[in-house]
C-alpha cells in the first residue's frame, strides 16, 4: 500500500453525488470489521506494533488501522468484492473516552487518519479499475459514556461527561478523518440523542473552521421492541431532533434484525426527506451472543424494504460477513430506489415523543 499522503475527496461535492448515485440504483454499505479483525488470529504483539503502548492492546481493534493496515485493506477490499461502495472506517471505538480504556488516548488522531487513509485508498483503487462511484464513510460511535442519563442510581443528576467534553473528543476524531480523506461523517449506533447532538456540533464547528460542507450521516440504534433508543426518543421524534443538521442520509443500525426492524424503517422512510440508511444485524443473537441468520435470509428480508420503496442505502451490522453483503446487493440490483417524500410545511418539534405546528399556509382555517 502506498505511503503517499492522499488527498481528501472534494467534500463539496460528496452530498450531491451520494444523491445522485441514490437515484440510479439502491446503494450498497459494507459489514462490521470487529468480527473480521478476530478472524485474524492476532497476538497482543500483533495488535500493538510499534505503539510502546504498557497496556495489553489485544482486542482494541482500531488500534489495528495503525498498527496492521494491511487487516484493514484485506477486509475492506472483500466488503468491496460483495458490492459495497459505502465503506466506513475502522474506527467505532477511536475516539479519546473509548480508548482510555488502552491507554491509547494519545494515538486517536493516528489511528482516525490511518484508518480513512487505508479506505480511501482502497476505494479509489476500485474505482480506477471499474468507474463505479464509491465514498469513504468516516464512522464514529456513541463512546461509552452517556450525557442523558447517570451511571450512579444514587445520583439521577450525575455525570461523567459534559457536553462541551464530549464535542471535544468527537471533534478531535471528525477533523482527523476529513484529514485523511473521508467523503461523509458516520454518526452511527445512536442509543443517547445528546451524545449525537455533540457530534454535530463537532462537524458543524469543523465545517466552519475548513470552510466547506463536510455532509454527515446519522444513524439511531432501538434499544427495545417500543422503538426507543436509550435515552427515550422515538424514531420520529429523533429525526425533528437532528433533521436540522441537513444528514445526508438519515437512518437505523445495529438494534435488531431486519424482520424485527422494518417497522421503524418504514416510519422513518416515510418523514425524513433525505436519504434512507439501513443496516441491521444479521438476525437476533443466540444463547452464546452470535449470529446465525444466513445471507439469503437477510438479503430476503431487506429485499421486502426495497420492494416497497423504502430504502436507498442498506448494509449491515453485528453478525454480518461479506457473504451477507454480496447477497443483499444481489437481492436490490434490480430494485427501484425510494424516492424522498415531499413533507408539508411546519414547526417540527420533539421531547421523547415528536411534535408538530402546522403553517398558517397548510391551515384549512386560515385560507
Same mark, same amino acid.
Given at each position: 500500500?502506498?505511503?503517499?499522503?492522499?488527498?481528501?475527496?472534494?467534500?463539496?461535492?460528496?452530498?450531491?453525488?451520494?444523491?445522485?448515485?441514490?437515484?440510479?440504483?439502491?446503494?450498497?454499505?459494507?459489514?462490521?470489521?470487529?468480527?473480521?479483525?478476530?478472524?485474524?488470529?492476532?497476538?497482543?504483539?500483533?495488535?500493538?506494533?510499534?505503539?510502546?503502548?504498557?497496556?495489553?492492546?489485544?482486542?482494541?481493534?482500531?488500534?489495528?488501522?495503525?498498527?496492521?493496515?494491511?487487516?484493514?485493506?484485506?477486509?475492506?477490499?472483500?466488503?468491496?468484492?460483495?458490492?459495497?461502495?459505502?465503506?466506513?472506517?475502522?474506527?467505532?471505538?477511536?475516539?479519546?473516552?473509548?480508548?482510555?480504556?488502552?491507554?491509547?488516548?494519545?494515538?486517536?488522531?493516528?489511528?482516525?487518519?490511518?484508518?480513512?487513509?487505508?479506505?480511501?485508498?482502497?476505494?479509489?483503487?476500485?474505482?480506477?479499475?471499474?468507474?463505479?462511484?464509491?465514498?469513504?464513510?468516516?464512522?464514529?460511535?456513541?463512546?461509552?459514556?452517556?450525557?442523558?442519563?447517570?451511571?450512579?442510581?444514587?445520583?439521577?443528576?450525575?455525570?461523567?461527561?459534559?457536553? $462541551? +467534553?464530549?464535542? #471535544?473528543?468527537?471533534? !478531535?476524531?471528525?477533523?482527523?478523518?476529513?484529514?485523511? *480523506?473521508?467523503?461523509? @461523517? &458516520?454518526?452511527?449506533?445512536?442509543?443517547?440523542?445528546?451524545?449525537?447532538?455533540?457530534?454535530?456540533?463537532?462537524?458543524?464547528?469543523?465545517?466552519?473552521?475548513?470552510?466547506?460542507?463536510?455532509?454527515?450521516?446519522?444513524?439511531?440504534?432501538?434499544?427495545?421492541?417500543?422503538?426507543?433508543?436509550?435515552?427515550?426518543?422515538?424514531?420520529?421524534?429523533?429525526?425533528?431532533?437532528?433533521?436540522?443538521?441537513?444528514?445526508?442520509?438519515?437512518?437505523?443500525?445495529?438494534?435488531?434484525?431486519?424482520?424485527?426492524?422494518?417497522?421503524?424503517?418504514?416510519?422513518?422512510?416515510?418523514?425524513?426527506?433525505?436519504?434512507?440508511?439501513?443496516?441491521?444485524?444479521?438476525?437476533?443473537?443466540?444463547?452464546?451472543?452470535?449470529? $446465525? +441468520?444466513?445471507? #439469503?435470509?437477510?438479503? !430476503?428480508?431487506?429485499?421486502?424494504?426495497?420492494?416497497? *420503496?423504502?430504502?436507498? @442505502? &442498506?448494509?449491515?451490522?453485528?453478525?454480518?460477513?461479506?457473504?451477507?453483503?454480496?447477497?443483499?446487493?444481489?437481492?436490490?440490483?434490480?430494485?427501484?430506489?425510494?424516492?424522498?417524500?415531499?413533507?408539508?410545511?411546519?414547526?417540527?418539534?420533539?421531547?421523547?415523543?415528536?411534535?408538530?405546528?402546522?403553517?398558517?399556509?397548510?391551515?384549512?382555517?386560515?385560507?
Amino acid at each position: 500500500m502506498s505511503t503517499a499522503t492522499l488527498s481528501p475527496a472534494p467534500a463539496a461535492t460528496a452530498r450531491k453525488r451520494l444523491n445522485e448515485a441514490a437515484k440510479a440504483r439502491i446503494l450498497i454499505k459494507d459489514g462490521p470489521y470487529g468480527t473480521a479483525i478476530q478472524a485474524e488470529k492476532l497476538s497482543a504483539e500483533d495488535y500493538a506494533g510499534a505503539t510502546g503502548l504498557n497496556r495489553d492492546q489485544k482486542g482494541n481493534n482500531d488500534l489495528v488501522n495503525l498498527t496492521q493496515p494491511r487487516v484493514i485493506r484485506k477486509i475492506c477490499d472483500s466488503y468491496i468484492h460483495a458490492g459495497a461502495t459505502l465503506l466506513a472506517t475502522n474506527t467505532f471505538n477511536a475516539n479519546r473516552i473509548s480508548q482510555a480504556d488502552y491507554g491509547a488516548e494519545d494515538l486517536v488522531r493516528d489511528i482516525n487518519i490511518s484508518a480513512a487513509r487505508v479506505i480511501r485508498e482502497a476505494c479509489d483503487d476500485a474505482t480506477a479499475e471499474d468507474g463505479l462511484p464509491r465514498f469513504v464513510c468516516g464512522a464514529m460511535g456513541p463512546t461509552n459514556k452517556t450525557l442523558s442519563l447517570s451511571p450512579d442510581v444514587e445520583d439521577p443528576g450525575f455525570r461523567e461527561v459534559d457536553f $462541551d +467534553e464530549v464535542k #471535544a473528543i468527537y471533534k !478531535e476524531q471528525a477533523d482527523a478523518l476529513v484529514e485523511g *480523506g473521508c467523503d461523509f @461523517i &458516520l454518526i452511527e449506533t445512536v442509543f443517547d440523542t445528546l451524545n449525537c447532538k455533540a457530534a454535530i456540533m463537532a462537524v458543524k464547528e469543523i465545517e466552519a473552521e475548513r470552510g466547506h460542507d463536510v455532509p454527515m450521516l446519522i444513524s439511531l440504534t432501538l434499544t427495545d421492541m417500543s422503538g426507543r433508543n436509550l435515552s427515550g426518543h422515538t424514531v420520529e421524534a429523533f429525526w425533528h431532533t437532528v433533521r436540522h443538521a441537513k444528514p445526508a442520509a438519515i437512518g437505523l443500525n445495529c438494534s435488531f434484525g431486519a424482520e424485527q426492524l422494518r417497522p421503524h424503517v418504514q416510519i422513518m422512510s416515510s418523514i425524513a426527506d433525505t436519504l434512507l440508511l439501513a443496516y441491521p444485524n444479521a438476525g437476533l443473537p443466540n444463547e452464546l451472543g452470535e449470529y $446465525d +441468520e444466513a445471507p #439469503a435470509t437477510t438479503a !430476503e428480508l431487506v429485499a421486502l424494504w426495497a420492494k416497497e *420503496g423504502q430504502v436507498n @442505502i &442498506l448494509g449491515g451490522c453485528c453478525g454480518i460477513t461479506p457473504g451477507h453483503i454480496s447477497a443483499i446487493a444481489a437481492a436490490v440490483r434490480e430494485a427501484k430506489p425510494r424516492e424522498k417524500p415531499t413533507l408539508d410545511p411546519a414547526m417540527r418539534l420533539a421531547g421523547l415523543e415528536p411534535f408538530s405546528i402546522a403553517s398558517p399556509a397548510s391551515c384549512c382555517s386560515c385560507k
